[in-house]
């Protein structure tokens, strides 16, 4: 597969995401971008995941290996004040063998957010 990024709006690469499941370790500025997200800070992250393919909608590709991956968390961001927002996460992909993802930053989404914003001209578009 070619280096590059991938979008699930236009098709992600072949790649066994059941690998990633596992304990979830937050970095510094993750745990700052929680402190400070526009909608509020999440009442709690989780503190393990078992990712699944749907939940997947982004991958970063280098050497020919996933090296970073997206994913989207319906309805797991709620707030302090309540309100129920999808927790997304950008992940270092896992070293194979391990049982962690460390996550590098993440924020809070409205549920109803339908990407109108993506930038497809930053993508590689992958048909299988």
């Not at 066994?16 to 304990?23: D, E, H, M, Q």
């Not at 997304?88 to 549920?111: G, M, Y």
Request: proline share 7%.
């Amino acid at each position: 597969m070619k280096d590059g990024l991938y979008h699930a709006e236009l098709g992600l690469p072949p790649v066994n995401f059941t690998t990633f499941a596992t304990t979830l370790c937050y970095s510094n500025h993750a745990r700052q971008a929680a402190l400070h997200d526009r909608y509020g800070v999440p009442a709690s992250v989780p503190k393990h995941h078992q990712f699944a393919p749907a939940e997947i909608f982004e991958v970063e590709v280098a050497a020919g290996k996933v090296v970073k991956f997206c994913a989207r968390l319906k309805n797991a961001g709620k707030t302090t004040a309540g309100k129920t927002f999808d927790l997304v996460l950008a992940c270092s992909a896992p070293e194979p063998h391990t049982a962690a993802v460390f996550v590098r930053t993440l924020w809070l989404n409205e549920p109803g957010d339908n990407h109108s914003t993506l930038d497809k001209s930053k993508y590689i578009p992958y048909a299988s």
